[in-house]
Nanobody, 117 residues
Framework: QVQVVESGGGLVQPGGSLRLSCVVS????????EGWYRQAPDNQRERVAT???????NYTDSVKGRFTISRDSAASTVYLQMNNLKPEDTAVYYC???????????WGQGTPVIVSS
């Protein structure tokens, strides 16, 4: 059974940075694609960034140029570097794992990010 554990969230001032981590265990990391999604209060979960098995990345427009998704295969970990954070980035961030970026099936419990002065 694949397990997904996110970490790295917290409270940050506008303009600040955070790096989220997503550790994947219980499966063959080399076979997987991953994605970061977020859900703000009273909003639907939205896609933030994805990384395909071969490394192709994709971002939602609102985070392009500010967020970077990457992976460390040796550590079975996916990262989301978030720079120039804005209050509208406040949400619970979830990491998803699957065979493709369109079929993410294993999810973590989420890590909260609060951007506020």
């Amino acid at each position: 059974q694949v397990q997904v554990v996110e970490s790295g969230g917290g409270l940050v001032q506008p303009g600040g940075s955070l790096r989220l981590s997503c550790v994947v265990s219980g499966g063959d990391f080399a076979r997987y694609a991953e994605g970061w999604y977020r859900q703000a209060p009273d909003n639907q979960r939205e896609r933030v960034a994805t990384i395909a098995r071969l490394g192709i990345t994709n971002y939602t427009d609102s985070v392009k140029g500010r967020f970077t998704i990457s992976r460390d295969s040796a550590a079975s970990t996916v990262y989301l570097q978030m720079n120039n954070l804005k209050p509208e980035d406040t949400a619970v961030y979830y990491c998803g794992v699957g065979l493709t970026t369109r079929t993410l099936r294993w999810w973590g419990q989420g890590t909260p990010v609060i951007v506020s002065s």
